[in-house]
């Protein structure tokens, strides 16, 4: 097992410094300086605004200069908000994403394998075509056409929640921007979970144990459960993706002062220090949640580790 | 629905909806960038024209959505196309060459999946601000993953086949067998998975519009439609409703269709 996950954390590494030397030299292969577009400095000026941020010196050596602070956990300065570090910003705007995410991760896991687990068992009855049939829809529709029609149907006209966003708001607020971002992934969660139950229910070790004379509930808990998991637990790297996207457009729809706020902010305002920042994050984010994954993967099913 | 009916149901729709884009602004008299600021937000009706009313600077709503339509249809096709050359190009010399080579080749692929890509997108629009062929092409160079493995998989049983080691006893050179003999023999899975990737095209297109990062104005597209109804759909529903349901009915046409499309190619292979 720790030979497993030693070689899956080496392997990332590659991944990672891929994923920060390409999103580096995007930005700096930008026609023009970060500053151009204000009044004309003189140039004494503007070479003193260059130094201050080493735009000065040859590329490769601001990537490594970048590169080191980044081993030291310190994505730079922001080029707009000019009292602030890169690292402040996340950390103002990242705990507001983490919290709606996480939420909604666990509500999608929640219902997503309740429903899917609910169809198998009831497979080829109307409910089992209720629940996939509104899962297809819940697919094929983006958040950012759900987000806005819930706000319009559950806030504007039936006034139950909130549509904008308030600091103290309370629980209230939270409801809709999670239940619009984990809906997509509860369609999603709930498909793949009813395809690999009607597989696992298949099997002789379930035949077995409904011999032995357990109940149905029993069986699924204690038996089916866990191997019909397997899927859902691969998905789970796109889907921590997915989430992160949508949680762009939701918070950009509810108001919430996110980090995604923060990146469609820099990326309007050409804050480039900032969207770079936010991408090495995030990039930095999947990648290490992907291995999480992969490592539980291992833990849960023995037979990868050896493969 | 039968895998057939579904074929046909979600065909006759994207078509419909097609011929309505193409037409639509046609027969209407009023344009997608005319201002009225004496008629703003009216609600649908026939009076003026204005089938699906006025947005909040008194454009024809009906024209600007057909408009957007295009724009959104257009964007998505030719970043399919791009999607597809590359991905039929990398999976097919990839399958064919094998070995080590295709390991190598395979690997990247399995590290690019692991990308945030959407967020290279917006860094490319960053970085070089909001070129119209640029959305088409970035989309297109995130959505060939995909394309390249199923490819891949089709190439290594087809290069074991008959015709392909006839064409290389009689001489034919690798880059011709892999471009006449195996690329054309794709085709049936290919149109499969360039209808699987059109609505992925579709939303990250819509993605960046709506956040307005995409097509800008007076140009339109229905993400960047749907946009504009958040912000009015207080005082005026049918400004957000309309392109949004339409939409979310051409993501679900395509995806229906795709599925419809394998599921028939898949019951072709195993008969």
């Not at chain 1, 580096?24 to 004494?44: I, K, N």
């Not at chain 1, 309740?114 to 509104?134: E, S």
């Not at chain 2, 096709?77 to 080590?100: K, M, N």
């Not at chain 2, 946009?227 to 395509?254: H, K, S, W, Y």
Request: aromatic share 8%.
């Amino acid at each position: 097992m720790l030979r497993y996950t030693l070689l899956r954390i080496v392997g990332a590494i590659p991944t990672l410094l891929l994923v920060i030397v390409l999103a580096f030299l995007m930005v700096h292969a930008a026609p023009g300086g970060p500053f151009d577009d204000e009044r004309a400095l003189p140039p004494e000026i503007e070479a003193n605004i260059a130094a201050a941020y080493h735009l000065d010196e040859p590329l490769p050596k601001q990537l490594l200069r970048y590169m080191g602070g980044l081993l030291q956990g310190d994505l730079g300065p922001s080029y707009r908000y000019r009292d602030y570090s890169v690292n402040e910003l996340i950390g103002v705007g990242f705990p507001y994403s983490l919290r709606i995410g996480a939420s909604a991760m666990a509500l999608a896991l929640l219902v997503g394998v309740g429903a899917g687990t609910i169809a198998a068992l009831r497979q080829g009855t109307l409910l089992d075509r209720v629940v996939m049939g509104f899962s297809m829809i819940g697919i094929s529709i983006p958040v950012l056409v759900v987000a806005p029609v819930l706000v319009l149907l559950l806030a504007v006209k039936l006034h139950w929640l909130p549509a904008g966003w308030s600091e103290t708001g309370g629980l209230r607020h939270y409801l809709l921007p999670v239940i619009t971002l984990a809906l997509p992934q509860i369609a999603y969660i709930a498909r793949l979970t009813r395809a690999s139950m009607i597989d696992v229910l298949s099997r002789d070790f379930i035949r077995t144990a409904y011999a032995q004379g357990l109940g149905t509930a029993t069986v699924v808990r204690v038996h089916a459960l866990k191997p019909a998991m397997l899927p859902v637990l691969s998905y789970m790297g796109p889907a921590i993706a997915a989430i992160l996207t949508g949680s762009v457009v939701v918070e950009e729809i509810f108001g919430i002062p996110g980090l995604g706020q923060f990146f469609i902010g820099g990326a309007l305002n050409r804050d480039y220090t900032l969207v770079l920042g936010i991408v090495v994050f995030y990039a930095t984010l999947i990648i290490a949640l992907n291995l999480l994954v992969d490592i539980l993967y291992g833990v849960i099913d023995p037979r990868v580790r050896y493969r | 629905m039968s895998g057939n009916r579904t074929i046909k149901v979600t065909g006759t729709l994207l078509l419909l909806i097609t011929v309505m884009a193409l037409v639509g602004p046609w027969i209407n008299p009023n344009d997608y960038m005319t201002m009225d600021l004496d008629r703003i937000l009216r609600s649908p009706s026939a009076a003026g024209m204005h089938w699906f009313g006025t947005d909040g600077l008194g454009r024809d709503l009906f024209v600007r959505t057909m408009h957007g339509i295009r724009v959104t249809m257009l964007v998505a096709i030719v970043a399919s196309l791009v999607s597809l050359v590359i991905g039929v190009a990398y999976g097919a010399i990839a399958g064919f060459v094998g070995g080590r080579v295709d390991a190598v080749m395979m690997r990247l692929v399995d590290t690019l999946y692991a990308l945030p890509f959407i967020f290279f997108v917006i860094l490319l629009m960053v970085a070089f601000e909001r070129n119209f062929l640029l959305i088409f092409v970035a989309i297109g160079a995130i959505n060939w993953l995909d394309m390249a493995r199923i490819v891949r998989g089709q190439t290594l049983s087809l290069r074991e086949r008959e015709f392909v080691e006839a064409a290389r006893l009689t001489g034919v050179s690798a880059a011709r067998i892999i471009f006449r003999h195996i690329a054309p023999n794709l085709m049936g899975i290919v149109i499969v998975y360039v209808t699987l990737t059109i609505p992925q095209a579709i939303l990250v297109e819509s993605f960046l519009s709506f956040l307005g990062l995409g097509v800008q104005e007076p140009q339109t597209s229905l993400g960047a439609l749907v946009d504009a109804g958040v912000n009015q759909m207080e005082r005026a529903a049918f400004t957000l409703l309309i392109p949004a349901t339409l939409l979310a009915a051409i993501l679900m046409c395509f995806n229906f269709l795709g599925d419809g499309l394998r599921d028939y190619f898949d019951a072709r292979h195993s008969q």
